[in-house]
């Protein structure tokens, strides 16, 4: 196994994308959080809100890119497409140490991962061999996002991801729960909880014969305390859950080895 080889934060480039849009609270956040742990700060992010977008690119048509300017870079197009535009351009002369997309406004936790723009954009850097990190900010039980836990934490998860090993196939998905009740001079490293969030669609006929459809989700509250990450976010604790980049089940293909 091969681990990334990091340098002390204060000498790293890091890119930043999210999928909330580059005028979001949450990236403004984090790019402050940002430019007082690393070197130098790049931005470059959606133009305009691309939530649930997942891993999506925009594959075979072309999009804009504006510089507002010499670190800021608004792009017409999806996380992933923010990603690659950094990595292959804004910043190709010199590559980031590492890729931070969020802070998303809501949480990334469970089965969302698999729907979050947030982890798209972090993702692409992944499969690209550049060290990459999703961060998430639950809501408020009345919707709202306040950005104070995840300012509060945001340094502790990076200490522990500079000193913890960190194998070169894997993008860190980062939660931190709506109120502190975090106890742990470390994140919660913790398995994400495999949980079905669509709930069913809400159909509304139309005149003309067609339909709109609205698909409805389960709540992702959890109060089972079985060491999962929306089971720690529940409970007020900040989690980190290490995803790889290659979704091959081996497990299965040695239980087929003799088949």
């Not at 091969?2 to 999210?18: G, H």
């Not at 809501?139 to 070169?168: H, I, K």
């Not at 459809?213 to 709540?219: T, V």
């Not at 999962?228 to 409970?235: C, F, K, P, Q, T």
Request: glycine share 8%; net charge negative; proline share 6%.
């Amino acid at each position: 196994m091969k681990f990334y080889a990091l340098k002390p934060w204060s000498e790293c480039r890091a890119l930043i994308v999210n999928d909330d849009g580059i005028d979001a609270r949450g990236i403004k956040a984090l790019e402050a959080l940002a430019r007082g742990l690393f070197g130098e700060v790049v931005v470059v992010a959606p133009a305009h809100e691309h939530s649930g977008m997942a891993h999506a690119i925009s594959y075979k048509k072309s999009f804009r890119i504006i510089k507002r300017d010499d670190t800021h870079y608004a792009v017409e197009g999806t996380p992933a497409d923010c990603t690659i535009v950094g990595l292959n351009l804004v910043m190709k002369d010199n590559p980031p140490d590492i890729v931070l997309s969020g802070i998303n406004h809501g949480d990334n936790a469970g089965n969302a991962i698999a729907y979050s723009g947030t982890f798209g954009g972090a993702l692409e850097a992944g499969l690209a061999g550049v060290p990459a990190v999703s961060f998430s900010q639950l809501r408020q039980p009345d919707g709202s996002t306040d950005f104070t836990v995840a300012e509060t934490y945001f340094v502790q998860v990076m200490n522990f991801l500079q000193t913890a090993p960190w194998p070169d196939h894997v993008v860190m998905n980062v939660n931190f729960p709506p109120v502190d009740n975090h106890q742990l001079d470390r994140p919660h490293h913790v398995p994400s909880k495999s949980r079905p969030m669509v709930h069913g669609v809400d159909v509304t006929p139309q005149e003309d014969g067609s339909h709109h459809i609205k698909i409805r989700f389960r709540s992702q509250v959890s109060h089972d305390n079985a060491g999962h990450d929306l089971d720690i976010l529940s409970a007020g604790g900040v989690s980190i859950t290490p995803v790889k980049t290659n979704w091959t089940c081996h497990e299965t293909l040695t239980l087929w080895r003799d088949t």
